[in-house]
């Protein structure tokens, strides 16, 4: 019985609901045009063509115009009443179109902005327009001027990117001569070495053959043979002193090749952090591009929305509850549209 009852007043709340609003759209006022779309058929690029349209208020309550618009700088009502207009009554408005700048096929639509049920009511103007040679001249050539400023923008990038590893290179080439200049220091010094350690067992074979040659003479010669032990102990401090001198030389060496392995570490490190940054770039060149296709994505549906939108509203299919949902879905696309610029703007900050 409870879920009855609660049905029954539902049924009665929904059924004078419906009453009221037939009654507001009874009392409304109504507006009728005498025409809804003018057609100029084809006219030239940069005439001024004019009409009238005519309307009637077919409805029960008197008819305020509050605003009239069009679609485009280039259309321009003007000339409505002001005054309220009584049920039955007409009057008029005039439309300008000025076709510069506006070749090919043309469609404009005006709204009229009023106290009727909907809020507003459109009117539409048709023209084919013919190109004037000039304005295609100048058109074109403006095109080509983009394009050419694009590639020359496009080819100043891939001179800086080629002008930043020629750099690289050069670097590389010149860290590459110090290591065989280096290289060849070292190789020296070994050599020297060598021919030092040679002369010294020379010296010692030398120093070994007197000192055999002082003891068979010993026994006639024993002053000459302290003069030969002298001479050895003279010879080996040399000797000692030449080990020392390679050893040293050895140190350096060892330490020069340290040196040149770290700066090649550091080179190495430095290319790859190059590479990085390269990489870096072109994965934010590839994310500012997706950005402009998905915002052109997004602007290509709210196009589409509110193409639909008016040629719904102009057969005049769509109800109130139609109009907000559309407008509805209108702002949500507005608002996708405007968080991807946002994306995009952070994105070019990060380039900057």
């Known amino acids: 019985m409870k879920k009855l009852k609660l049905v029954m007043s539902l049924f009665i709340a929904t059924f004078a609901l419906n009453t009221q609003a037939q009654d507001d759209t009874i009392s409304a006022p109504q507006i009728k045009f005498d025409k809804t779309v003018q057609d100029w058929g084809v006219i030239n690029e ?30 321009v009502p003007s000339g409505w009443s002001k005054e309220p207009i009584a049920p039955g009554a007409s009057s008029k408005f005039h439309v300008i ?10 469609q404009k639509t ?35 001027k983009r394009q050419e400023q694009a590639e020359k ?16 290179e050069k670097t590389e080439e010149l860290k590459e001569k110090d290591y065989q200049q280096t290289k060849k220091k070292i190789s020296s010094t070994e050599k ?3 021919a030092r350690t040679k002369r010294e067992a020379d010296l010692r074979k030398e120093a070994v053959r007197k000192t055999k040659a002082q003891k068979e003479k010993r026994e006639n010669a024993e002053k000459s043979a302290k ?57 934010l060149d590839n994310k500012i591009q997706k950005a402009n296709i998905k915002i052109d994505k997004e602007v290509n549906k709210l196009t589409k929305l509110k193409s639909k939108f008016e040629r719904s509203k ?22 996708k549209i405007n968080k991807a610029k946002e994306k995009l703007q952070k994105l070019m900050r990060k380039v900057k």
């Open 46 to 75: 940069g005439d001024r063509v004019e009409t009238d349209f005519t309307f009637t208020n077919v409805g029960n309550a008197p008819l305020i115009i509050t605003r009239i618009k069009g679609s485009c700088g280039c259309t």
């Open 97 to 106: 179109f000025n076709s510069k700048g506006k070749p090919n096929k043309q």
């Open 110 to 144: 005006i709204t009229i902005f009023s106290n009727t049920a909907t809020g507003k009511d459109y009117v539409k103007i048709k023209a084919q327009v013919t190109p004037d040679a000039k304005q295609e001249q100048l058109r074109a050539e403006r095109l080509v």
């Open 153 to 168: 923008r496009k080819a100043e990038r891939a001179q800086k990117l080629a002008s930043k590893t020629n750099r690289i």
């Open 192 to 194: 020297e070495i060598n």
């Open 227 to 283: 003069k030969a032990e002298k001479k050895v102990a003279k010879t080996e401090k040399e000797i000692k002193r030449a080990e020392k001198a390679r050893k040293k030389a050895e140190k350096k060496a060892k330490k020069a090749r340290k040196k040149e392995e770290k700066a090649r570490k550091k080179e190495a490190k430095a290319r790859k952090k190059a590479a990085k940054a390269l990489k870096k770039q072109k994965k």
């Open 314 to 335: 102009a057969k005049g299919k769509l109800s109130p509850n139609d109009i907000t949902k559309s407008e509805l879905k209108m702002q949500k696309q507005t608002d």
